[in-house]
Every structure is written in structure tokens, then in C-alpha cells.
């Protein structure tokens, strides 16, 4: 079946989160979270080294809306529910998909003033499950810098097996050789 034929939710819960893919109009908040988490977020992400514009941060949310809807990638934001699902406490998603196997890689991100309280683990929980029992996943991974400790924990927090280390895998956006983390969860055909 051709990926945008596919049907699914653009939005499930977990305990304390609304999970939902973006949509226009979100830049405000998504620029809000980016700018407050800027210094955490900068050493691991290359699209965080600068602070967005309001003008990047709603172009942003119009294409990953976009390339949910066309099943492309997997753009997900957490909002807290207690706020009325308008604070937006971080970002995840399922990202370089594979709709053959289904394989999905899962990233994460959370803005700073939420860190420390457990969203990320219990948002990367229920995607991890949406994954696998919505969207038939074969095979659900996080990769992350050997180096990043916060996100190392995520996975193993979660019980994902360390399948791996790829050394000296690529480089990180300073420039620096980067050896790399694969953790993955598979659920193998009978
Ligand atoms: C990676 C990242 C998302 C982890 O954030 P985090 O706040 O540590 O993760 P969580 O939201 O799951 O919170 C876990 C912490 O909350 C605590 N916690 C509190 N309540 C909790 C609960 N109900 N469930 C789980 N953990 C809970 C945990 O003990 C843990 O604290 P500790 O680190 O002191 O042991 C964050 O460091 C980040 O955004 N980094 C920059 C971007 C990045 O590197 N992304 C990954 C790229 S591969």
C-alpha cells in the first residue's frame, strides 16, 4: 500500500500528554519551547543552533504537518493535558521510516523548564506501542552520540536492548568523529 494511503490517528494520549502531529498554527509555542531549551539542545541537535524566527518555527510546523499527512516522516509535539493541551513540553516523532518492514526510528527532545519530570520516557513509551500495535512496526529504534548520557538513559529506561555501537559512525555537527548508539525493540513475524 502506497504510504499515503495508510489511515492512523494524528493524535493518541499518554498519562500527562496529548501526543499529536503538528499543525499550523503551532509555530508560536514550538518557537517558545525551541528558544527556552536552546542550550540543551544545541550540543545534540543540528537544527537547533540558532534561535528560530517565529516566520521558521510556523514553516516548520506547516511542513512536518505536511509530511505527516503524506506519511513521510512522523513529526510528533507532546502537550501537557493539566494546560488544556496548549503547553508544549517537547518534541518526538517517528522519523526515517521504512514502510516496508515497518521500521521507524524514534528522537526526542524536551524543553528545558519540563526536563528532570519523566515526559519524554512516558511520550517514547506510547509511540513505541502506537509503532507497533497502529502501525505494524517490525522494528522500533532510538539511535543517539554515544557521548549523550540523557538520551542513552530514554532507551534504557525503557527496556530497548543496545544492539550496538557504531564507531566512529559519522561526524557531529562540530565536526567531530562520533561513535553511535543503537538500541532497538523488534517484534519478528511467526
Ligand atoms: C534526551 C532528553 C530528552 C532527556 O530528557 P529527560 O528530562 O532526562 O527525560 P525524561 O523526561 O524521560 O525524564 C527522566 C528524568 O525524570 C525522572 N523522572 C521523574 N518522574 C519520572 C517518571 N514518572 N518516569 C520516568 N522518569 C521520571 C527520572 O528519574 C529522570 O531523572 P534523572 O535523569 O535525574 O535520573 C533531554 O536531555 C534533551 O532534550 N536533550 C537534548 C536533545 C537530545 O539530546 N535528544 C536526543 C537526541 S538522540
Known sequence: MKPILRDFP????????LIRGPRPGDGAELNAAVTESLAELKPWMPWAQKPPTLAE?????RRGYTRFFTREDLWLLLFLKESGSSTLVGGSGLHRINWD???????????????????????VAVITDFAFDVLGARRVFIKCDAKN???AA?????GFPLE???????RDHFGNLRDTLVFAKVRKEE
Do not use: K, M
Not at 518555527?57 to 510546523?61: D, L, Q, Y
Not at 524536551?110 to 519530570?117: D, E, F, I, K
Open 10 to 17: 494524528d493524535h493518541f494520549e499518554s498519562e500527562r500528554l
Open 57 to 61: 518555527s510556523e514553516e516548520n510546523a
Open 154 to 158: 530514554v532507551a534504557r529506561r525503557l
Open 101 to 123: 518492514v515497518p521500521s521507524f526510528e524514534i528522537g526526542y527532545w524536551v524543553r528545558t523548564s519540563y526536563a528532570g519530570q519523566g515526559y519524554i520516557t512516558e511520550a
Open 164 to 170: 550496538g555501537t557504531l564507531h566512529c559512525d559519522t
Open 149 to 151: 548520557e540523557r538520551s
